[in-house]
């Protein structure tokens, strides 16, 4: 095999994440000639619209709603081809290095159809309600041609899902009894959808367009900026010298970069294609390698600030401040993020690994200085968000000029500490911004996308649908809450496979979070919204790695040369102490920090689901500290459920309610008695 083979067998994998992200973040066709301006031209311009409502233009909501759909369907249409692979031999349907006339003009159609609330806005206001003929038409082609963007840019399985609700619809007269429903007519399909803000122009869209926008864009200013990098440097120079060291690199650096990434594929190529192959080279096998990376990616939609971007629809439907959404997903998130580092050890104890020489590492020291200028926009949109509680998006908007200086300015600073021209170190600099304000567009349309075709189903929900489905659910569940949730936990695994988060935590969210409440409800068992909008979104989170579809894991095998079916099924193995976590807040409402206001209770409850998701953690992967006996799994079983209900044990035991903390004792008692068990045995590490 000659040198040149050789490196194309080697970059393969590589290549093959980053089409799957590239897919993912809006790059599907990259047109030559002078077409391939237009593109970046239209996403920058978006970009500069956002920040400009951010700041200073003001403008009505439904405004800000129709201009950032028609901007992305403009995107979508001009960036991904009708298919991914020629038919009917017409090949330019499917051409990658030119936009097609075709696409030009469903684009333009697309867009115009997305501003129509705009142009005729007085008119449609008049006859709110009893659309003319025209309205009917331009309304039908927004929906048909954003069911096709979504399509182009998500996947097929968000426009046949929302297809199907549109013709239960119409045709719910004709059901069987358990789900028939009254119907609507085409007048008051088309109203809702494309004339109201409670269909396509609904709350997602809104948060879409005022908020989250501005937290992908400041995403993609820190990855063009070189803070992905220096993420999982400084992560590499603080734990690789420990026993699997880069794979606990890979959980902080990845928690680091999805923290504001908001994207599980994104973060991946990003860290994965320096972390999988420093796991390998200290002895992970490639499938286990890549399967820390799915699960580390794939959990960064669960830190704060951004959380897959859904934090701020949560806080939308929730009705409560963006902050309160961060206190309640805190604890679920870290201890996760915790208890994966424990999961990393646990293999490389299983593996018998040890940690990369001093040598091989970066000095902590420089590296820390070497990117601290990344750390002080992160920290001031925090100081921002926490402690001045400003709005998400005028904290974002303060974040990004700040970003927007620091990327100015740090090549000039770095030419003249090494006496070279500052001229050039400007320019790449502007050209640096210019790019970030590109990619961040780009990034946002699959958002854009999910946000507003989610809106059709929520429209339909609106229409009458909500009783029915809670009825149905009800009659399902037969009024189990256990078996609700269960069926809730694997509607939305299964829904989400095939869409983003975002899309999949919209869709549950309308559909089944009010019934968890109502249900709840009826059988005297209180549930807070916010524990049920929870428990929709970690789902939808857990469905990246869910074989046989999730993404994630074909974009880590690919890096990792590993098969991705194994892969996944492996991530979600490492997962399952996520999935856990919903049932548990669900039931104890201090994980969430429902009506918890002290710190240190905060801290106390924290500590313990960190321990509880160690031994749940210990009794999946069949280790503590050595390969764990039949008998010991039970034991590792219920210190999860003394530590994550403590409420529970004291109601069996008779204790008070006030008094459950007194149950974390016996927990942390029986998990002592596991270290005895096993640290009596001298059992060498198993190599698997």
Known sequence: MTATSNQNQKTQPDEIATRIARDEQGIGRIPTGVSKYVIPFIAVIWSLFQLSIASWLILDTLFIRAIHLGFAILIVFLSFPLFKKPRLGLKFLAGTNQIPLFDWLAGILAALASIYVIIDYHGISIRHGDPIMRDIVIGMILVVLLLEASRRVIGPALPVIAVLFCAYAFLGPHMPDLIAFKGISLNRFIGQMSMSSEGIYGIPLDVSATIVFLYVLFGAMLNRAGAGRYFIQLALSILGGFKGGPAKAAILGSGLTGMVSGSSIANIVTTGTFTIPLMKKVGYPPTKAAAIEVAASTDGQLAPPIMGAAAFIIAEYVNVPYIEVVKAAAIPAFASYAALFYISHIEASKLGLKGMSRKELPPVLKTFLSGVHYLVPIVFLLYQLIVLRHSPEAAAFNAIWIMALIMLFQYPVRAFLKDEPAGPAFKQGIIDIVSSLASGARNMIGVAMATAAAGIIVGVVAMGLGGLITQVIDTISMGNIYFMLLVTAIASMIIGMGLPTTATYIVMASLTAPVIVSIGNAHDFIVPLMAAHLFCFFFG????????????AY???????????????????????????????????????????????????????CIANFAFAS???????????????????????????PALIAGWLGVPHEQRYWMYPIGLGVFGIVYLLQRSRNTEPVLN
């Not at 989170?541 to 994630?552: E, F, K, M, Q, Y």
């Not at 095998?557 to 807040?585: C, E, H, K, N, V």
């Open 619 to 645: 009794a999946t992967q069949g280790w503590f500290i050595s390969r764990n006996r039949f008998y010991e799994i039970p034991l590792f079983l219920s210190v999860t459920i003394i530590l994550m209900r």
């Open 555 to 609: 974009a880590a095998a690919a890096i990792a040369r590993s098969r991705p079916i194994p892969t996944g099924i492996q991530g979600f193995m490492y997962d399952i102490r996520t999935a856990i976590l919903p049932f548990m807040f669900i039931f104890n409402h201090d994980l969430i920090l429902h009506n918890v206001h002290s710190w240190l209770q905060g801290l106390l409850i924290f500590a313990m689901a």
């Open 541 to 552: 989170i857990l469905a990246d790695d869910t074989p046989p579809v999730g993404l994630a």
